[in-house]
C-alpha cells in the first residue's frame, strides 16, 4: 500500500495525530484475512444424546457426529410421539456452529426460537426420508456435509423446521428443536 502526502508545518499534535492514526491503520489487518481457528481433528464423537419436547411429543436422537477429512457426518432419528404426521425433508437436519455453550448466544441467533439460526445442511442424507412422518413413526440416517468444522467451535443439532399436514394450512403446526446438548471441538 503505498500513501502520498503533500508536506505543510503541522503543529507537533497534528503530527502525533497523524502517526498514531497511520500506526494503528493497519492493526488487525491481515493480506490473508482473518485468522481462523485450526481444523478439527478428525474423529468419531460418540454422543447418545436423547432430547423429549413433551409440548410435541417428539423425540430426538444424535448418536454421533464423525468429523473426517473431507467433511462431517451425524448419526440422527426422530420419532413422532404426536397425533399428527409431519412432512420431512433432505434438509430438515443440520448442525448449528456457535461460540459458547449459553442459551443465551443460541436465543439471540433464533430470536428466542421463532426461526431457525443459522446451519450447516447435510449433502448428503441417507436413508432418505420419508415425505411424511406419522404418528408412531421413526426415521433414522446418517447425514453429511462437506465443510470443514474448526477447533473449538461449540456444535449443536438442529432437527426442522417439521411441519404437520393438516387439512388446512392454517392449522398446520411447524416444529423446531435446536438440542439442549452441546459439543465442543
Known amino acids: 500500500m503505498a500513501f502520498f502526502c503533500r508536506r505543510r508545518p503541522v503543529g507537533a499534535s497534528a503530527a502525533l495525530a497523524v502517526a498514531v ?24 464423537i460418540e454422543l447418545d444424546w436423547v432430547e423429549r419436547d413433551k409440548a410435541t411429543r417428539f423425540t430426538y ?24 404426521a409431519y412432512r420431512l425433508d433432505e ?15 443460541l436465543r439471540r441467533l433464533t430470536g428466542n426460537l421463532t426461526h431457525a ?16 412422518l406419522g404418528p408412531g413413526a421413526s426415521w433414522s440416517a446418517t447425514v453429511s456435509g462437506s465443510e470443514e ?7 449443536r443439532v438442529l432437527f426442522g423446521p417439521l411441519s404437520s399436514i393438516e387439512r388446512f394450512r392454517s392449522e398446520a ?10 459439543v465442543r471441538l
Open 61 to 84: 436422537r444424535v448418536e454421533r457426529l464423525v468429523i473426517a477429512d473431507d467433511g462431517w457426518r451425524l448419526t440422527v432419528s426422530l420419532t413422532n410421539g404426536s397425533r399428527s
Open 173 to 182: 403446526q411447524d416444529i423446531l428443536w435446536v438440542t439442549d446438548h452441546s
Open 117 to 132: 439460526p443459522p446451519a450447516l445442511k447435510p449433502t448428503a442424507v441417507l436413508p432418505r426420508p420419508p415425505p411424511a
Open 21 to 44: 492514526a497511520v500506526a494503528l491503520a493497519g492493526c488487525g489487518d491481515s493480506p490473508d484475512g482473518p485468522t481462523l481457528a485450526p481444523p478439527a481433528e478428525p474423529r468419531t
Open 91 to 105: 434438509r430438515s437436519i443440520g448442525l448449528v456452529l456457535l461460540d459458547t455453550q449459553t442459551k443465551s448466544e
Open 149 to 155: 468444522l474448526r477447533a473449538g467451535t461449540v456444535v
